[in-house]
Structure formats: structure tokens, C-alpha cells
């Protein structure tokens, strides 16, 4: 079917991916991004994840603020007014983001977990480049229109 399932305690099967969307690491280690983007997204700062790492030699991941919570945090924090872009490039929004970033991993292995991001200042809404209408990645999409910063976080 291309779907990836496992089963839980009680011996029910989960389908929890797909098999096209396995990334394979440039090492061949066959990871979910769908788990870590879970994990990722669980944490109120991060309203979408796409996580990289096909072909690559580590996971990195594209995130992008929660248009909700991100300008409550700027309150918080006495960052009045601020964009969406502009709190990408907060250094105390970063901080906040590599904290949640460093707790996310913790339920990876070592392969799994995710070595560099990009912080997006711009919303990903249905039905764009990014999502589908019924949220989904589009992964080509995020891909071509974001390989610079994707380029960026394997340079070096």
C-alpha cells in the first residue's frame, strides 16, 4: 500500500507514514520525518516542521513560528510589534526554538535527531507552495522554494 506501520502494546497496527516520504541519509539510515516533525510541532512556538536529510549527511529541518503564539511570546518578552520575520531573527525567539528543538531530540537516536534548522518568518497556509488544503507538506514545493536555506544549513 506505501504505508509504514507499527504495531502498538495491545498489538493493533498504526500507520505512521508513508514509504515514499522516508528519507535516507546519506550514511542509508532510513528515518520518519513524519515522527520528528510531530515531535517538532508539539512544542507552542512551532507551527509547522518539514525535516530534511535525504541524501544528506545529517536530519536539519525548516520551522516556522506559530502565527498565534509566536506574537504572544514577543508580548511576553517585551517584543512589541513585531513580524513574523522579525521574531525568526530574534535571538531570544531562537534560543526559545533550539531549547524545543534540544527537547524534541531527546526522543531520537542519535541519526534521528535534528543537527540545524531554519526558522521561517513566513506563515505556510492550505492550499499554497507549502501545504495542502488539508495541511499536508508538499515536500517538492518546500524543497524548490526554500534551497537556499536548505543549502545554507549543509554549507561548511
Known amino acids: 500500500s506505501g504505508d509504514i506501520g507499527e504495531f502498538d502494546a495491545d498489538g493493533y497496527l498504526?500507520?505512521?507514514?508513508?514509504?515514499?516520504?522516508?528519507?535516507?541519509?546519506?550514511?542509508?539510515?532510513?528515518?520518519s520525518p513524519a515522527n520528528l516533525e510531530a515531535a517538532l510541532?508539539?512544542?507552542?512556538?512551532i507551527g509547522q516542521a518539514a525535516v530534511i536529510g535525504d541524501?544528506?549527511?545529517f536530519v536539519s529541518a525548516l520551522l516556522v513560528l506559530d502565527a498565534d503564539m509566536a506574537p504572544a511570546w514577543a508580548t511576553q518578552h517585551g517584543v512589541e510589534g513585531a513580524s513574523l520575520a522579525e521574531l525568526a531573527e530574534h535571538a531570544d525567539?531562537?534560543?526559545e526554538i533550539e531549547r524545543s528543538v534540544?527537547?524534541?531530540?531527546?526522543r531520537f537516536n542519535n541519526v534521528e535527531q535534528v543537527k540545524k534548522f531554519a526558522l521561517l518568518g513566513e506563515?505556510?497556509?492550505p492550499d499554497s507552495e507549502e501545504l495542502t488544503p488539508t495541511m499536508?507538506?508538499?515536500?517538492r514545493g518546500i524543497h524548490a522554494k526554500y534551497a537556499d536555506e536548505i543549502e545554507a544549513m549543509y554549507a561548511q
Open 102 to 106: 534540544a527537547e524534541a531530540n531527546k
Open 123 to 125: 506563515e505556510w497556509l
Open 93 to 95: 525567539m531562537r534560543a
Open 41 to 45: 510541532k508539539a512544542f507552542p512556538l
Open 55 to 57: 541524501g544528506r549527511p
Open 136 to 139: 499536508k507538506l508538499k515536500r
Open 14 to 31: 498504526k500507520i505512521v507514514d508513508r514509504k515514499k516520504e522516508l528519507i535516507i541519509t546519506a550514511g542509508g539510515k532510513n528515518i
